[in-house]
């Protein structure tokens, strides 16, 4: 039935039939998206809501007029249930970014794509709001008290309760409203894509195309920052994020002047609450309607959700609790577990060998401390370790060891860093000197104490020569 309601479209516009006709992939909606091939090829879309239909129809045809990168339709159905529109080729910027996703590691290419695309946002917003009328926006116009506690109670029915986690319902709801007071004190007359992200933007000679805006309505511009940049598998580090937030902000201002300080304190209430509909929609897509990409995109939301916690909501005392409970649901830290970063530190005596790194990652950082001044040549060292004060006082007021070890610091940092925005489970560091008990035990103690401090991960503290084994647990 489709197939033929969309060659009759495709004859009706060209002239002759396709020459085939082929379903692709569908998305998250209930729309339907066929490629018919021939000259020329074209896209067309079945959809079974005749006031979302509507509102894209109408929405792309202003768009274009505003030159936004939006698809051509070149003909529509006498029902409007079936129309066919320019072919932007197949290539998503969530494809597009891939080897990034996976790696936390973007490539220049990737980089540019991703700019291109968030400096792109504040024209969608402002000059395509221009001249439009929002009443054909479907199922609201603009973003609205109501429009926020649906989507609130979206996530509490569909995600939450599905999880089984026990909460007081009455002070869940007594939040919802205050975090909807605090969103709505940031209306404009902007236009709100809603559900900007790369698996909706499309990628056509180097340049991004918007699709699957017909969800948008009028609201506040920070709504769709939080999409993009906060987009669960995205997997955006947090150095790349902050690059494209100061992307946008700049673009920004050619629409109207900003004061980051508030920009950026009102931006993170909407990244929960983006955070907290997605996973309202993963819950209903996959654990209602067994969808496995929403069900597979569940940990990513999570990890968004627990670091988004580390700074306080005080707007928000009682649903930070649940959130922070859900975090820490077994289902949750098991899958959290197997990506968490633990470091092995080490001192060893260069005489009984170089460590080996039982992990199987083939090794890390070996830091050679024979070059500092040794607290072993004197016969009032000997007794002690680095552990001791008398070490520590002598290594400390000689002054090489601490120039050594900010070197040090400096190249762990960046590994630890960088392993924990890749998800990489183990990196070993260690230190060596002629004995293994001055030197390199001073210096592995104080880089463990500093990684567990500054990062908050698990590093695992080995003094091989003295038999001393301690860990410090993940603050995380």
């Known amino acids: 039935m489709i197939d033929e309601e969309l060659r009759k479209l495709y004859l009706e516009y060209v ?54 990168p939006v698809p051509e339709v070149f003909i529509v159905s006498e029902n409007r249930m079936f129309y066919l529109q320019e072919d932007l080729g197949n290539t998503l910027l969530f494809d597009a970014i891939e080897k990034g996703r996976k790696t936390s590691v973007f490539s220049e290419e990737e980089k540019i794509l991703l ?61 919802f409203q205050r975090m909807k007071d605090v969103l709505l004190r940031s209306q404009s007359a902007t236009f709100m894509y809603r559900d900007f992200q790369s698996r909706n933007v499309m990628i056509k000679d180097g340049e991004p195309w918007l699709i699957d805006f017909q969800g948008g309505r009028k609201g506040p511009f920070y709504y769709d920052v939080a999409s993009f940049l906060w987009q669960a598998k995205a997997n955006y580090p ?72 580390a700074d306080d909501y005080p707007e928000y005392p009682y649903l930070c609790k649940v959130l922070r409970d859900l975090t820490n649901m077994k289902q949750f830290t098991d899958e959290l577990q197997k990506k968490r970063l633990i470091v092995k530190v080490m001192s060893f005596a260069y005489k009984k060998g170089i460590p080996e790194d039982t992990s199987g990652n ?25 552990l001791d004060a008398p070490v520590i006082k002598f290594l400390e007021e000689d002054g090489e060891i601490t120039t050594f070890l900010k070197h040090a610091y400096e190249l762990v940092d960046a590994s630890v860093k960088r392993y924990m925005e890749r998800g990489f489970t183990h990196l070993s560091v260690c230190f060596g000197c002629t ?8 210096c592995a103690q104080h880089l463990s104490e500093h990684l567990n401090q500054k990062f908050g991960v698990e590093v695992n503290l080995v003094h091989r020569e003295q038999n001393i084994e301690q860990t410090f647990k993940n603050r995380n």
């Open 15 to 68: 002239g002759h039939a396709p020459e085939d006709i082929v379903e692709m992939p569908s998305s998250g909606s209930n729309r339907r998206y066929f490629r018919l091939t021939g000259n020329p090829t074209l896209i067309g879309v079945s959809g079974e809501s005749l006031e979302e239909n509507n509102a894209f129809l109408y929405m792309a045809k202003h768009f274009r007029e505003k030159g936004l």
């Open 115 to 175: 700019r291109k695309t968030i400096r792109l946002l504040p024209a969608v917003q402002f000059a395509g709001a221009d001249g439009m009328d929002f009443s054909f926006c479907h199922p609201q116009p603009e973003f609205n008290d109501r429009s926020i506690l649906w989507d609130l109670n979206y996530f509490k029915y569909c995600f939450l309760k599905a999880t089984g986690l026990d909460f007081q319902e009455n002070k869940l709801e007594d939040d």
């Open 238 to 309: 947090t150095s790349l994020r902050e690059e494209l937030l100061n992307e946008y902000v700049d673009a920004l201002k050619k629409y109207k002047p900003i004061d980051e300080e508030y920009f950026r304190a009102q931006l993170k209430h909407f990244v929960l609450f983006r955070t907290m509909q997605v996973l309202g929609a993963y819950g209903f897509r996959g654990y209602f309607e067994k969808k496995p990409h929403f069900i597979q995109s569940v940990p990513f939301a999570i990890e968004n959700l627990r670091q988004l916690l």
């Open 362 to 386: 083939g090794g890390g950082f070996v830091f050679d401390c024979r070059a500092v001044n040794n607290p072993g040549k004197y016969d009032r060292y000997k007794p002690f370790t680095g």
């Open 435 to 442: 004995g293994g008990q001055h030197r390199s035990v001073y």
